[in-house]
């Protein structure tokens, strides 16, 4: 989404990614928090955040366009 956003090429009244994922975010973790005790929603959120943080320390991002994606390896 960024990469089309960012050199505009996404819909000039179109909202900023943050926002969307926001509300894609919400509109499945709302309904699901309104049926639960605030004592397992406190659990829940903080096994997310465990999870977000081994996530973030253990992937590895690379650009969609980078060269090794091509399939062949460094030895080739």
Known sequence: ???YHAP?????????VEVIVQE????????VAAKRP?????LA???????TKTISREILLVAVD????????ADE
Do not use: K, N, Q, T
């Open 1 to 3: 989404m960024r990469r």
């Open 8 to 16: 505009g090429l996404s819909h000039p009244d179109s909202p900023p």
């Open 24 to 31: 894609i975010v919400m509109s499945v973790v709302m309904p």
């Open 38 to 42: 605030a004592r397992e929603l406190e």
């Open 45 to 51: 959120s903080r096994i997310v955040e465990e999870f």
């Open 66 to 73: 980078a060269p090794d994606l091509d399939g062949a390896g």
